[in-house]
């Protein structure tokens, strides 16, 4: 089992950066495809899908809207995947969760990934 753990997230006046990090622990070999995906629920709607890399290859897949403001990285020796966020607005307002799955499977899907970070709050002002 793999546990995640997000940090980095705050209160950001808008046209601010972050950058939001997922510490991955467990029984988990980097090299057997796993993939992390980056989602959101912000307040009232569904938890959407971010972004996600793939420590073996590094590998990234963003979703369509996400404007080129979205960076997904990882740092292998320290089991930590980050996400950058550029040019944050008030709409990027939201619960900010990491998860974990082996490939292959429908990457977007929430349904997919085998274990989940708390979530981590991130505030945008305008």
Do not use: M
Request: aromatic content about 12%; charged content about 20%.
């Amino acid at each position: 089992q793999v546990q995640l753990v997000e940090s980095g997230g705050g209160l950001v006046q808008a046209g601010g950066s972050l950058r939001l990090s997922c510490t991955a622990s467990g029984r988990f070999d980097i090299n057997h495809d796993w993939l992390t995906g980056w989602f959101r629920r912000a307040p009232g709607k569904e938890r959407d899908f971010v972004a996600s890399i793939k420590w073996s290859t590094g590998g990234t897949y963003y979703r369509d809207s996400g404007e080129g403001r979205f960076t997904a990285s990882r740092d292998n020796a320290k089991n930590i995947v980050y996400l950058q966020i550029n040019n944050l607005k008030p709409e990027d307002t939201a619960v900010y969760y990491c998860a974990a799955g082996r490939t292959p499977f429908n990457i977007i899907e929430a349904a997919g990934y085998e274990s989940w970070g708390p979530g981590i709050q991130v505030t945008v002002s305008s």
